[in-house]
């Protein structure tokens, strides 16, 4: 069974160029999330996806945009790409079948490799 | 206050100790909570997961959950050095009627052989 593909792995961009990153989830699975991970803040969130429909959205300026899929493959895109954006960029899947995330259903995430972003 | 709190250590535990980490949120109507470890380099993997108040065993691993208190902790017995990782808390809070998981920034175990 595939897990979460994310690509690329590396990316080094100059300040102010845009940036688009991809995440293939699991097959069968139709919530994507993506995070931002950076030694000094941890794991933060970025938006979520379901069904081509973003459900939630964290607190990052509006440079930050994502989309997904019909077939629930998710892109996420920087623009104007500043230092403090340089980070590791992980997308996570998850078999939300009902898109309710039932608290008992234990729907936890299975993440990509991430791709590490670098801005000079 | 941080939605989710966890010691970031450096935590030592002896090889064959019990490893216990802590970890607390602020949503009081929070309702399921995760364990990730992360090998340095490497992404977060699921390794536990509770939603009920108490106990749930996993091998070495146990999680506890006490909703009145806030606070959810994760046990590793017999703990070996390729224990040695990062432990990610995550937390289910409801957000503009769906569910979001905050992270905590992680406590670093380390296994002493």
């Known amino acids: 069974k595939a897990g979460v593909t994310q690509t690329p792995r590396y990316l080094i961009k100059t300040r102010g160029q845009q940036v688009t990153l991809s995440c293939s989830p699991i097959s069968g699975h139709r919530s994507v999330s993506w995070y931002q991970q950076t030694p000094g803040q941890g794991l933060q969130f970025l938006f979520e996806y379901f069904s081509e429909t973003q459900r939630n959205k964290g607190n990052f300026p509006g440079r930050f945009s994502g989309r997904q899929f019909s077939n629930s493959r998710s892109e996420m895109n920087v623009s104007t790409l500043e230092l403090g954006d340089s980070a590791l960029y992980l997308c996570a899947s998850s078999l939300d079948v009902k898109g309710d995330l039932s608290p008992w259903a234990g729907y936890g995430y299975t993440f990509g490799s991430g791709t590490r972003l670098t801005v000079v | 206050q941080k939605e989710v709190e966890q010691n970031s250590g450096p935590l030592s535990v002896p090889e064959g100790a019990i490893a216990s980490l802590n970890c607390t949120y602020s949503?009081?109507?929070?309702?399921?909570f995760f364990w990730y470890r992360q090998y340095s380099g490497k992404s977060p993997e699921l390794i536990m997961f509770i939603y009920s108040n108490g106990d749930k065993e996993d091998g070495r691993f146990t999680a506890q959950l006490n909703k009145a208190s806030q606070y959810v902790s994760l046990l590793i017995r017999d703990s070996q050095p390729s224990d040695s990782a990062t432990y990610l808390c995550a937390v289910n809070m409801e957000s503009g009627g769906y569910q979001k998981v905050t992270f905590g920034t992680g406590t670093k175990l380390q296994v002493i052989p």
């Open positions: 949503d009081r109507g929070s309702q399921s």
